[in-house]
Antibody, heavy 124, light 107 residues
Framework: EVQLVQSGAEVKKPGDSLKISCRAS????????VAWVRQMPGKGLEWMGI????????RYSPSFQGQVTISADPSVTTAYLQWSSLKPSDSAIYYC?????????????????WGQGTPVTVSS | DIQMTQSPPSLSASVGDRVTITCQAS??????LNWYQQKPGTPPKLLIY???ALETGVPSRFSGRGSGTNFTFTITSLQPEDIATYHC?????????FGQGTKVEIK
């Protein structure tokens, strides 16, 4: 069974650092990327970036480039999302998702399995 | 960057009604368009990929169509368990953009 298990809820103060995790199991990580998605309170979904667990190849959304760091440890099939200095506006639920990619033709890509979400609250 | 415009932001319909949501891309995205369902307090769930392909296990009352810049998502007969927010998503060169979401409620 494909599973993406995320680390638990976090409560932090502005300026704190934070690293949350997403452990993948039940499939071959060499065949899939992992995405991170932000959902601010009462808002829609925002794609942050993706990482290939096998070799840590990473692509960022322009909106999040330089704001967060996405990394991976293939030995434990885990992806990470990291902040060096949190702001109150980083308060959100963060989801990881498995990314199916088929270069085809035709090309196909979608997020076919999701983690349970990690709520992050940043408040003084 | 490609922009996605999803409408309406919310809708209210009766059980058994036909519900349609649209998503418009700012440029041609072929059929690189997916639809997700998100129930309150849960992660999104893939329903439709490649504009019209039904994900395994998803009821046939859900469907999608379109190509290029205009896409539609339809629930042919709304059920109480379909109360959720629906999101479109486009992809291009390992870059992904979501629409603003449509909240579906029962009248």
């Amino acid at each position: 069974e494909v599973q993406l298990v995320q680390s638990g809820a976090e409560v932090k103060k502005p300026g704190d650092s934070l690293k949350i995790s997403c452990r993948a199991s039940g499939y071959s990580v060499s065949h899939y990327w992992v995405a991170w998605v932000r959902q601010m309170p009462g808002k829609g979904l925002e794609w942050m970036g993706i990482i290939y667990l096998h070799d840590s190849d990473t692509r960022y959304s322009p909106s999040f480039q330089g704001q967060v760091t996405i990394s991976a440890d293939p030995s434990v099939t885990t992806a990470y999302l990291q902040w060096s200095s949190l702001k109150p506006s980083d308060s959100a639920i963060y989801y990881c998702a498995r990314v199916y990619v088929d270069v085809g033709p035709p090309i196909s890509s979608h997020f076919d399995s999701w983690g349970q979400g990690t709520p992050v609250t940043v408040s003084s | 960057d490609i922009q996605m415009t999803q409408s309406p932001p919310s809708l209210s319909a009766s059980v058994g009604d036909r519900v349609t949501i649209t998503c418009q891309a700012s440029q041609d995205i072929n059929t690189y368009l997916n639809w997700y369902q998100q129930k309150p307090g849960t992660p999104p769930k893939l329903l439709i990929y490649d504009a019209s392909a039904l994900e395994t296990g998803v009821p046939s009352r859900f469907s999608g169509r379109g190509s290029g810049t205009n896409f539609t998502f339809t629930i042919t007969s709304l059920q109480p368990e379909d109360i959720a927010t629906y999101h479109c998503q486009q992809f291009h060169n390992l870059s992904y953009i979501f629409g603003q979401g449509t909240k579906v409620e029962i009248k």
